[in-house]
C-alpha cells in the first residue's frame, strides 16, 4: 500500500493506509491521525496554523493597524468584533456568539484543499478537517467537555440536492465523535433561498444576513440552555456563524461558539 501525502499524493515516508482508515466501522476516535502523519513535510509546510487572533472571532492581529484592536481585559479585540459589541449592546442582548476559533490562514494551499472537498467531492478529505479541528482545540486548551452539543451550518435544499453532502456537517460530525458529544444536524433551518451579494448597504445587508437561519420549533427542548458549538468550513465576515448564534441564542441557548476550518 504505497503511503502518499493526502493533499499532493507525493509518496511520503511513513505508514499511513486510508484503506485502513476507511474500513473502519463504525468510525474510532482514536484512529484520527496527528497532523503530520496525513501530509508530506512540504505540505504541512504550507498549512498555516492560526494560533493566537481577536479573543473573539480569532483573526489574525499581527499585520493590523493597531489602532483598529482593542485591548480589553480578557484579550485583544479586533474592529469588527468592537462593531458586534456596539450592536449588541444597542439590544442590551448577550453575545451573539461568544467565540469562533478558525485552523488555518485562507491561503491558497487551504483554499484549493476546501474546494476539492466542497466543489469537486473528496469527500476523505473530512477526516482531515475534523483532525485539524480536534487538534486545534487540544492545543487552545479548549474545555470541549463543556460543550453539550454540537451541530453544522445547514446547507438551503437546492445546494444539498446539488452538492449530495453538507460538507460541514460531514466534519461537525466527526469533531463530535472525536469529543463525545452528541450532534445534531436538525437544531437549526435555512430561511428562504442563499444569500446573494445584495446592494444594499452594509447595515441593510447584515441586518438581512442574520435571518438566515431559524431554530427549528421541533428542537426547542434541546436548545434551551445549552452550550453549543457550530462547525463551518470557513470564516470570511462572520456573518453566517453570527446568524446561526444567533437564532440558537433566541431559542435558548446558553452560549453558542464556533470552530471553522479555515479565515
Ligand atoms: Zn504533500
Ligand atoms: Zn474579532
Redesign the pocket.
Known amino acids: 500500500m504505497p503511503k502518499r501525502c493526502l493533499v499532493c499524493q507525493h509518496e511520503r515516508p511513513h505508514v499511513f493506509s486510508w484503506t485502513a482508515l476507511l474500513s473502519l466501522a463504525p468510525f474510532r476516535r482514536d484512529l484520527l491521525p496527528p497532523l503530520h502523519e496525513w501530509l508530506c513535510a512540504a505540505c504541512e509546510a504550507e498549512a498555516d496554523w492560526i494560533g493566537t487572533?481577536?479573543?473573539?472571532?480569532?483573526?489574525p492581529l499581527e499585520h493590523m493597524d493597531q489602532r483598529y484592536v482593542k485591548e480589553t481585559e480578557q484579550g485583544l479585540?479586533?474592529y469588527?468584533?468592537q462593531r458586534w459589541l456596539e450592536w449588541e449592546n444597542k439590544r442590551g442582548a448577550s453575545p451573539v456568539l461568544d467565540w469562533n476559533r478558525s485552523v488555518l490562514r485562507y491561503n491558497a494551499w487551504t483554499q484549493e484543499l476546501i474546494a476539492r472537498y466542497k466543489f469537486r467531492g473528496d469527500e476523505r478529505l473530512k477526516y482531515f478537517f475534523a483532525a485539524v479541528i480536534r487538534e486545534h482545540a487540544r492545543q487552545q486548551g479548549i474545555d470541549t467537555g463543556q460543550i453539550d452539543l454540537v451541530t453544522a451550518i445547514p446547507l438551503s435544499s437546492g445546494r444539498l440536492s446539488e452538492r449530495g453532502f453538507n460538507q460541514s456537517g460531514l466534519i461537525a460530525r466527526l469533531v463530535a465523535e472525536t469529543w463525545q458529544r452528541p450532534y445534531r444536524s436538525d437544531l437549526l433551518q435555512r430561511q428562504g433561498a442563499e444569500e446573494k451579494q445584495s446592494k444594499k448597504g452594509k447595515q441593510a445587508r447584515m441586518e438581512k444576513i442574520l435571518t438566515m437561519f431559524l431554530n427549528n420549533p421541533a428542537c426547542q427542548a434541546d436548545i434551551i440552555n445549552k452550550r453549543i458549538m457550530v462547525i463551518d468550513d470557513i470564516y470570511t465576515t462572520g456573518a453566517t456563524v453570527h446568524a446561526a448564534a444567533l437564532a440558537l441564542k433566541r431559542g435558548g441557548a446558553k452560549q453558542v461558539f464556533s470552530y471553522t476550518v479555515a479565515r
Do not use: K, V
Not at 53 to 59: A, K, P, V
Open positions: 487572533g481577536c479573543i473573539r472571532c480569532f483573526r479585540l479586533c469588527d468584533c
